[in-house]
């Protein structure tokens, strides 16, 4: 029974054309030739329809993609270990030739199955293996770039070139500061940190300009101020270009000050004797000069450089006035102030000449003046005259209380020795005192402040000028 099961089985397939699963399994080995596929297509073109064609020409092709890509990886395995040398005899789809999961060898079938990248890819890789690299200069762009890890970093300053607009906005606070604190050095501090560029002449014409409207004094300042930045920051071609555009704009600054054309000739007479502009300067406008007010500042500056027969600094261009100026000479412009009054009797030019001397700290010494050439007077008249000047120079506010105090305190404590000079001089000084506190020119407690000389009384003739005990 058992036999003829056995053959049974064998003689089954054969027999009703049933194969088993061992028949079905493909063989790797198995080669298709050109016949196949002939009686296949011969087959396919004599009992299929359209449908089954396509379908059997879809699976062809899709089973020759397979095949071609078998054969291609069985290719590159096999030449990667005849190259190693180490796995020649090893079947390829034996378990000693899966890669391992640590393997950088790629996992996708494809390829000679060589590392990645030559071995230098992955992470935590730093390259192939006796690679040597060179050393790379540090890119500023890299996202990674560190300013401290890179040595010593020289940091440059870079400050943007100041427009027109701007620049007006940036000079006037330095030249208004300037006319307080006089000092050319902090200019020449502030105008290094501006990058003024080719603007750099508009910093004298603007400093010029702000001159002509304020004081004497400030016009004095801006003189020095450019005596000493010339050479320094600006060369005597920029200061060149910039009184030649004062010059053109002359016009438009007599609306604000109506004398500009004459103090601006006493510019350039000032800057040519201190070498600011060159002595050629006024050479090149001979004749070439269309403008009225542009001719006066020309003539200004010639008569006043001729007036000179070497070019010296023209230190009194603008005249007496600051306290910048020696004690000594502020003393003797006051002495000449007041003998011009005493001569002429005009109280408002006093004033304005007082008021350009510019040393409102100082109009005590006028005060003291003033009472002592009252005591040195010959006649009554100075007095009349001292007491209405002072008068007016109090109810204006020109002199304070504090300074008319201490003018008349002074006199107070020197009339000892002004009597020695002035024989009467406590008796003027009395009646002086009198009289300015009757026109409410000193206060009450100033004027019983004034010391008055006691009666000396002689025992006799004969006694030799004794002073009775």
């Known amino acids: 029974m058992a036999t003829e099961v056995d053959a049974w089985s064998t003689a089954q397939p054969a027999a009703d054309g049933v194969f088993s699963h061992e028949d079905k ?25 359209p449908q089954e064609k396509a ?12 095949r071609l890509r078998k054969s291609s990886s069985r290719n590159s395995t096999s030449d990667s270990f005849s190259e190693s040398g180490d796995m020649g005899g090893v079947d390829p789809h034996s378990p000693k030739s899966k890669v391992l999961p640590n393997d950088r060898k790629s996992r996708m079938g494809k390829g000679r199955g060589l590392p990645k990248k030559g071995g230098a890819g992955g992470k935590g890789v730093w390259g192939a293996a006796g690679m040597v690299y060179e050393v790379e200069e540090p890119d500023i762009r890299d996202p990674n770039y560190d300013e401290s890890s890179q040595g010593d970093t020289v940091y440059a300053k870079v400050v943007p070139e100041i427009d027109e607009k701007e620049l007006e906005k940036m000079v006037n606070p330095i030249v208004q500061e300037y006319f307080e604190h006089g000092d050319t050095k902090e200019v020449e501090l502030l105008l290094k940190e ?131 100026r020696p004690v000594k000479h502020l003393i003797k412009e006051m002495n000449l102030l007041l003998k011009e009054y005493l001569i002429s009797g005009d109280v408002a030019e006093a004033e304005r000449c007082l008021r350009d001397l510019e040393v409102p700290h100082f109009h005590h010494e006028l005060v003291y003046e003033a009472v002592v050439m009252v005591l040195e007077a010959s006649g009554d008249n100075a007095g009349q005259m001292m007491m209405k000047l002072l008068q007016s120079f109090w109810k204006s506010g020109l ?4 300074q008319m105090n201490r003018g008349f305190q002074r006199v107070y404590d020197e009339l000892p020795e002004i009597s020695l000079d002035v024989p009467h001089a406590h008796t003027i000084m009395e009646g002086f005192v009198d009289l300015c506190f009757q026109e409410a020119v000193i206060t009450k407690q100033l004027r019983d402040a004034c010391p008055s000389r006691g009666r000396k009384r002689f025992v006799s003739e004969g006694d030799g000028g004794i002073i009775k005990n």
């Open 194 to 324: 501006l990058n003024l560029g080719h603007h750099k002449y508009e910093f004298s014409s603007m400093a010029v300009s702000l001159s002509l409207e304020g004081k004497a004094s400030h016009r004095e300042l801006t003189s020095r101020l450019l005596s000493d930045l010339t050479n320094k920051m600006m060369s005597q071609s920029e200061m060149a270009r910039a009184f030649d555009k004062m010059l053109k704009e002359l016009p438009d600054l007599i609306l604000d000050t109506p004398e500009a054309p004459l103090m601006l000739g006493q510019f350039i007479a000032r800057a040519i004797a201190d070498h600011v502009l060159p002595m050629s300067f006024l050479d090149c406008y001979k004749g070439k000069v269309d403008c009225e007010h542009a001719r006066v500042a020309l003539d200004r500056a010639t008569v006043l450089l001729s007036m000179k027969k070497e070019v010296v600094r023209l230190d009194n261009v603008w005249g007496v006035g600051g306290g910048l």
């Open 399 to 402: 002199v304070t209380i504090d």
């Open 55 to 66: 379908l059997h020409e879809a699976r062809l092709k899709a089973k020759a993609k397979r």
């Open 25 to 49: 399994k493909p063989d790797s080995n198995q080669h298709y030739s050109d016949d196949d596929d002939a009686l296949n297509e011969s087959e396919v073109n004599g009992n299929w329809t």
